[in-house]
């Protein structure tokens, strides 16, 4: 079935998603990034009835018009996906028959200079999802050193974290985003030119940072786990290894498949909550049409996994931090 997708975002893995979604006439399904509403489109256009989140407000705003278009069917949510079974509860609604996840910023997001999210454009050093709160600039300008050295580190796996921290520190204050990829480009000794651009790692993880990324993403996976009923559907699109191995992580164990012992280790008891999801399928990854069509689609993994009957596993508290 052909959808009609918004011009300004081209939707990685669609067609993949929503084969794993496998959607009946008249299922409940979640799209938890709504975004430019691609995932959602293709879910209406597949007989679903859809509750879409965003925690964007100028993604719910745009959306208004496609949600007056499906009256009834589709339903904006303005809030982290990490609340859906708090806030679909207060819409009636305890079990779903998928949950789409599509990780990290849109392409909107990025495209748009005055967002802050990406140095392609000079603009504010922004980067808030919700835009409130704590921005990329105050980040930058106020974190000791040492914070923003374990940020880059932690986030983004950049090994030349302290010295580009030392850089930035030395270059305060730092107001906007082509401010800030200048600096981290003489950091390293950025050649113009080169393959990849060293300020993707800064950018991804400052943005990570401040949006508490992958604690969303944690908490987004249980709370599927809490709404999907018996045989429901889950289908997680990432785009970095940080996000994968979270997801990948979450399916082996509630599937049951965590590694067993081996001739240097005892075998390991499966004495805790029965297996949650069937066993996940196999990672799927854009094909070379797409790879030509949509360059970002080069970095993404779909997982998918359908939901057993057994109970969600207990929640995890963490500290925050």
Known sequence: MTVTTDPRHEPVLIDEVIAALDIAPDEIHVDATFGAGSYSRAMLANGAVVYAFDRDPDAIAEGAALAE????????????????????????????????????????????????????????????????????ADFINTADEGMIADTLYAYAEEHRSRRIARAIVAARPIETT??????VRKAVGHHPGAPKDPATRTFQAIRIHLNRELDELRDGLAAAEAVLAPGGRLAVVTFHSLEDRIVKQFLRERSGQTPGGSRHLPEAVQDGPAPSFDKPAK???????????????????????RRSAAPPWPLQRRVPA
């Open 69 to 136: 278009e499906n009256e009834g069917r589709l339903h904006l949510i303005a809030r982290r996906f990490s609340e859906m079974r708090e806030a679909l509860a207060e819409q009636g609604v305890d079990r779903v028959d998928g949950v789409a996840m599509d990780i990290g910023v849109s392409s909107m997001q990025l495209d748009r200079a005055e967002r802050g999210f990406s140095f392609q454009a000079d603009g504010p050093l922004d980067m808030r999802m919700e835009q409130v709160g704590e921005s990329a």
């Open 283 to 305: 990672p799927t990854r854009a094909g070379q049409a797409e790879l030509d069509r949509n360059p970002r689609s080069r970095s993404a993994t779909l997982r998918s996994a």
């Open 178 to 183: 082509g401010q800030l990829a200048a600096v």
